[in-house]
């Protein structure tokens, strides 16, 4: 497993922006995957976007282009640029890393961080 620590999050008004980003440690393997998923309360975790190191990308359909994710593959990070925030945003955050080949289709990932809370609010 990878350890992957998050940073970025915070509160923002609706409309504003916010920038996630997820560094991983040293892996013996490289990372082949990485994705943020989210979790609001009352409802179980999500996946936002999912990006594997050859540069596809997949998001989920309550993004509709509002989201970018990217990888750097040598400094093993992933970041999430988040425009037009709305309330429905709101949620933990959580950064996911794969060393094994994905399926953008049905991503799958052995490697998790602790999660960053966005809170989008008036």
């Known amino acids: 497993q990878v350890h992957l620590v998050e940073s970025g999050g915070g509160s923002v008004q609706p409309g504003g922006s916010l920038r996630l980003s997820c560094a991983a440690s040293?892996?013996?393997?490289?990372?082949?995957?990485m994705g943020w998923y989210r979790q609001a309360p009352g409802k179980q975790r999500e996946l936002v976007a999912a990006v594997t190191s050859t540069g596809n990308t997949r998001y989920a359909d309550f993004v509709n282009g509002r989201f970018a994710i990217s990888m750097d593959n040598a400094k093993n990070t992933v970041s999430l640029q988040m425009n037009s925030l709305t309330a429905e945003d709101t949620g933990v955050y959580y950064c996911a890393a794969e060393t094994a080949p994905i399926l953008l289709l049905d991503p799958k990932f052995s490697s998790w961080g602790q999660g960053i809370q966005v809170t989008v609010s008036s």
């Open positions: 040293e892996s013996v393997f490289a990372i082949n995957g």
